[in-house]
């Protein structure tokens, strides 16, 4: 009799350590995937000593959309960084790059691979200049980084960035018994932002007011705004647009509707087009080999205003395009 007592009693024993761990597991799940909330969503996440140069922009042009974000922007201070040591994705990499000489942004998520919106997701306190040995994280793949804040559950952060929770979970690696910590910092693939300064809040509030001048990119451009050398005398000096590959009299299409202020021959720029859009910004077109428009004439975006040529300083065909604003030209190409 002693022996099945002692067998009653290690079943007894086993069924109860059994169910101690399944509720120990619940009680683990429960505490690790969601954390008591506050009453204030804190912006601080880290802090960086030396946040960068920050160039407030004008404000430019009405759009009259809004932002295509989901479902907001939360525009965060300029000290705010992720904490990479408590990084939980899988799938993509982290690096921290530095920034050389003549490097901006723009060029920066080229080099990389990426798009503007993953390097803002990974860098949330990004100033809107960068600066030469300015650290950033770049990351291997498009998305965004998000830091968990206290109150967030895996299932209300896949909601607010219109991400499946399985996806979350699978490339972090969350589960009952590695849940979510307040600090965490989770990688969500093709997601964009929801955290940024205020200066790129704006920027992509304005951003795609002015379209390409032509039908599509076609062959891109050969020389971007900024200094370069002459192609004619080899001098150093400031290209104040950007120049497209164009096929001689291809056409060429008002970058955003707006009136006609100027269409006939100027020295340089051979035949050019100046269209003013309102809001102190006016668009430049330059060595076309015909005018299609007049002076004083409205135009709406898209309208075909002129075609591709060889007049003025120019090697070859192709068209110069400006944005100036209040009669300061300004690059282009994060406008378009």
Do not use: C
Request: net charge positive; charged share 20%; proline share 5%.
């Amino acid at each position: 009799m002693p022996f099945l007592h002692d067998k009653r009693f290690l079943r007894f024993l086993l069924v109860d350590t059994i169910v101690l761990l399944g509720v120990m597991g619940v009680f683990a799940s429960v505490d690790h995937a969601f954390v008591p909330k506050r009453s204030v969503l804190s912006e601080r996440v880290f802090r960086t000593p030396e946040p960068g140069e920050v160039v407030t922009t004008a404000p430019g042009p009405s759009t009259g959309r809004s932002l295509d974000q989901a479902p907001a922007v939360l525009e965060v201070g300029n000290d705010t960084l992720v904490d990479l040591t408590r990084y939980r994705g899988k799938t993509a990499k982290v690096t921290v790059y530095t920034v050389k000489k003549g490097e901006n942004f723009w060029t920066i998520r080229t080099d990389h691979g990426i798009d503007l919106q993953t390097l803002i997701g990974a860098n949330p306190s990004l100033p809107f200049a960068a600066s030469i040995d300015q650290k950033i994280n770049i990351l291997s793949a498009l998305g965004t980084l998000h830091t968990v804040e206290k109150g967030e559950t895996s299932s209300s952060i896949a909601a607010l960035y219109r991400v499946e929770e399985a996806k979350l979970k699978e490339e972090n690696g969350v589960s009952w018994f590695s849940g979510l910590r307040e600090g965490d910092v989770l990688f969500l693939p093709g997601t964009k932002p929801l955290r940024m300064t205020a200066q790129w809040n704006k920027y992509f509030s304005q951003r795609g007011v002015f379209g390409i001048p032509f039908a599509g990119w076609g062959k891109g451009w050969t020389s971007g705004f900024g200094v370069r050398k002459d192609p004619l005398t080899g001098d150093v000096k400031k290209h104040k647009g950007m120049d497209f590959k164009a096929r001689y009299g291809e056409q060429v299409f008002a970058a955003a509707g707006g009136r006609v202020v100027f269409a006939s021959f100027s020295e340089g720029y051979g035949n050019l087009v100046q269209i003013g859009h309102g809001n102190g910004y006016k668009t430049y077109y330059g060595h076309l080999s015909e005018i299609k428009v007049k002076q004083g004439q409205k135009v709406r975006r898209g309208q075909l205003i002129g075609k591709v040529g060889a007049t003025g300083r120019v090697t070859g065909p192709h068209l110069h395009f400006e944005i100036r604003r209040n009669g300061v030209p300004i690059d282009p190409l994060p406008l378009i």
